[in-house]
DNA sequence: GCTATTCTGGAATAATCGTTCCTTTATTTT
DNA sequence: AAAATAAAGGAACGATTATTCCAGAATAGC
């Protein structure tokens, strides 16, 4: 019936990821992402509407990602700590590999939340909501089998865990060790027993 | 000779810092600017060159000022690890006052910093060296005095109590319980003895 | 062949960007 | 009063912003 869509939706979609992850949404120009995607003015309007729309897919579809990752580990069947370790694990993995320093896109985005509209604020939140909730479940998890001491107050080791978590993907921005920042990864566990 | 200039400079810069760390660089337009200023356009150019060179300035300042907050604190003759501590608590007391959930000037720059000039990665680089060797060296004071065990890498501690830091920073600007980000500092504590 | 859809490429829009410049008014010191 | 500087306000700059639109070529199924 019709010309079929030439571009492939993934690659394109990765594409501005990297864009959207390394130079951030304001920084980014509409010349700069079409480039960069290696698409038409006409094709790109006609298929995601607008910059700001996209940003959201964009953001969106890399939160589900993680979330993917995160559920992969989870049904490895380790135990609960070592699950979170592992989680960190991966986590600082996936952000080192692909281009250097360009951190985490979440976290970035987050900085950049202020100014940024109401869906990705909400994206933004939700991610922190799901994360920190994972992670106080896993806890709890490790508390009842005696990983974890169970006077510890689960809500705040969770909430302690996430802010380390995005602390270390800010730091791959700067540090040069790659090796320095895995090792703190330690020494944040040993903070949990 | 002549007439003197009628803006405050503290005044002036301490909003233009406003400005910045609520909404970054690059979505920080002129106009916004010199409304929250409060100055003229033709003041604010023969005063402070251009927008690069006036965010700059105030990155600059932003650090001097939080330098000169950690070294009232080591003036109080704390102990390594207390002194550790301290930098830590009203570090996370000072962006919490003020505006809301803007979270930290120099975190929110680290993340916009691939867009930024030379001049400003280099003030956050250096930013980051500091701040770890600060860290480390209180961390070797701490050990030779037995607070912290010798045999632990001091140079990872820095890195992961920077780290930290970072991350908390970013926490509180999505995070609603104020009590649990700073119970986390305790948390974080108790990885170093 | 016909129709429908997508492609590329570029023109054109209106808005906004940072910056420069000019004019007028105000305030200081000599 | 004169000289010097700074203020505010606004016009104007060219560049760039995101977005819309159009023309023509390409490719699929009927």
């Keep these: 019936m019709a010309r079929p869509r030439a571009f492939d939706m993934e690659t394109v979609l990765n594409r501005a990821t990297e864009m959207f992850w390394t130079r951030g949404y304001h920084a980014t120009s509409m010349d700069e992402l079409l480039k960069h995607m290696k698409l038409s003015r006409a094709s790109f309007y006609t298929n995601f509407t607008n910059k700001e729309t996209l940003y959201q897919m964009v953001l969106e579809r890399y939160r589900n990602t993680q979330s993917g990752v995160i559920e ?8 609960p700590l070592e699950t979170i370790k592992r989680i960190l694990t991966v986590g600082l993995q996936a952000d080192a590999e692909g281009a250097t320093n360009r951190g985490c896109f979440m976290v970035n ?13 909400e994206i933004i939140r939700c991610n922190q909501r799901d994360m920190e909730g994972l992670f ?16 510890k107050n689960a809500a705040v080791l969770a909430a302690y865990i996430f ?7 800010l730091s791959s921005m700067t ?6 920042l895995q090792a703190t990864l330690d ?4 903070a949990l027993v």
């Design 136 to 151: 106080e479940q896993l806890i709890r998890k490790a508390q009842e089998k005696g990983e974890i001491n169970p006077s």
């Design 163 to 169: 802010s380390y978590f995005q602390g270390v993907k």
């Design 187 to 190: 020494v944040m566990m040993g």
């Design 109 to 121: 985005s987050t900085s950049e939340m202020e100014t940024l509209n109401e869906d990705v604020k």
């Design 175 to 180: 540090h040069e060790n790659v090796e320095v």
């Design 72 to 79: 992969r580990v989870i049904s490895l069947g380790l135990s």
